[in-house]
């Protein structure tokens, strides 16, 4: 049987592959994996053939709202498990296509980069560089202009059945709780498989080859909506500042108020009358902090270390724990139940200005405690007991927890008085 278009079994088994892996929520359909699983070859070649014939036609994106971590909410798109596959499989296609072309300094959602390496570039330009833009875009998910993100694609693929599902998925309608449905003429849902590099591309026109055509002397670090752009002077940061809200404007989209302002950087600013000396970036707080060199000399410059925002949204998932309440646990059980989360909080946060974490570190280590007190009698009403007996226990198995060998096998240090 002739297929209209050119498109391998063994792709969308790759692609389905790939979704499995990643996990995530079900769609308006309610199919899981499990179901999907249950018809396996049935349900692959019925996309498999939706696909190659043209016929395919994306089902709407479920509504979820979600809180963001310096407060407020973002509506997420979530795509059902068949979609998830279907537009993995164009993204499969196209990012080999369109990652040669994306700047080095663009950190987001891509393979071999990370916000971390953002970070990185961030603190060592802070050094070089006086001044900082920062912004970000207010909905860029959401209000990505159509035609013009068509037009950045047919700048790097012809295929005919790429360009017809992109189109097909920028214009899907949300359905939202309730069974509304919404019609969408901008944006990309924010949730999808292919958003994110669809996102990339809009903004690598929008703003990163914008840049290196028209501000060569300037270096920046975006991740997708959110960057930075380094100045030599205030003057310099005033005029990026105006270029850029035009340039964003002409392009559709809003540069946030609120989260979007000039910094300066400057070791010693004693004489500059400036009121912004700080900024947060992924995570990230920068500002002028105290450091030893390994000789012994002390120094002052930009630094990031985790925000306060983000030590906030830490203890408050450590809270919904509710540790000191699961006496029916063993301390290895807890460990399972919360190592994994706490690794990933050091490797990400840990990297750098690692000092800033102990006091977080400090209060789960006092949340232990409580549950020693009300897991043992013999360590009941006697919490500077507990204090001990924990640090006995880190001193046996350091790699119990995660943080312990952060805080230096000191797990009763800032834990008196708690109980």
């Known amino acids: ?21 990643n996990k995530g ?11 999907f699983e249950r018809d396996l070859k049935g349900n692959l070649f019925k996309i498999w053939n939706r696909l190659t014939s043209g016929s395919y036609l994306p089902p709407a994106v479920m509504a979820v709202t979600i809180p963001k971590r310096a407060g407020g909410t973002r509506v997420l798109g979530i795509p059902t498990l068949s979609d998830r596959i279907a537009q993995t499989v164009v993204k499969m296609f196209l990012e080999p296509i369109l990652e040669p072309h994306f700047h080095e300094d663009s950190y987001g959602y891509r393979s071999g980069k990370s916000a971390l390496q953002a970070v990185s570039k961030t603190r060592q330009r802070c050094w070089r560089y006086g001044w900082l833009y920062e912004f970000d875009i207010k909905g860029a998910f959401d209000n990505i202009d159509h035609e013009l993100l068509l037009r950045a694609l047919r700048k790097h693929t012809d295929c005919k059945w790429v360009l017809m599902y992109v189109e097909r998925w920028l214009t899907a309608p949300m359905q939202h709780p309730g069974g509304v449905t919404e019609q969408r003429t901008k944006g990309t849902p924010q949730g999808g498989v292919v958003s994110p590099l669809l996102m990339n591309l809009f903004l690598h026109y929008v703003f990163d080859q914008w840049m290196a055509v028209h501000e060569p002397g300037l270096r920046f670090a975006r991740y997708a909506d959110d960057a930075v752009v380094h100045c030599s002077t205030l003057r310099d940061a005033q005029r990026i500042e105006e270029v850029l809200k035009k340039r964003f404007e002409e392009c559709g989209l809003e540069l946030h108020p609120a989260k979007s302002k000039i910094v300066c950087c400057k070791a010693h600013q004693t004489w500059i009358d400036y009121p912004v000396s700080k900024f947060e970036f992924l ?61 990933g909080w050091i490797n990400y946060f840990g990297c750098f200005y690692k000092s800033a974490l102990y006091p977080t570190f400090y209060n789960l280590n006092r949340k232990l405690v409580k549950w020693a007190t009300r897991k043992y009698k013999k360590l009941r009403r006697q919490p500077r007991r507990a204090h001990y007996w924990l640090g006995a226990v880190a001193k046996r198995q350091p790699d119990l927890f995660p943080h312990w060998q952060l805080l230096g096998l000191r797990p009763a240090i800032g834990m008196t008085g708690a109980g």
């Open 25 to 35: 929520a079900a769609g308006i359909d309610g199919q899981t994996i499990e179901d």
């Open 1 to 21: 049987m002739a297929r209209s278009y050119d498109i391998s079994k063994q792709v969308v088994w790759q692609a389905y592959q790939r979704v499995k892996a």
């Open 283 to 343: 995570g990230y707080e920068f500002r002028l902090r105290t450091a030893v060199t390994r000789e012994g000399r002390k120094f002052v410059r930009m630094m990031p270390a985790i925000s306060p925002s983000s030590a906030k949204a830490i203890r408050r998932e450590i809270r919904s724990w509710s540790i000191q309440n699961r006496s029916d646990k063993s301390i290895d059980d807890l460990s399972r139940m919360f190592g994994a989360k706490l690794r």
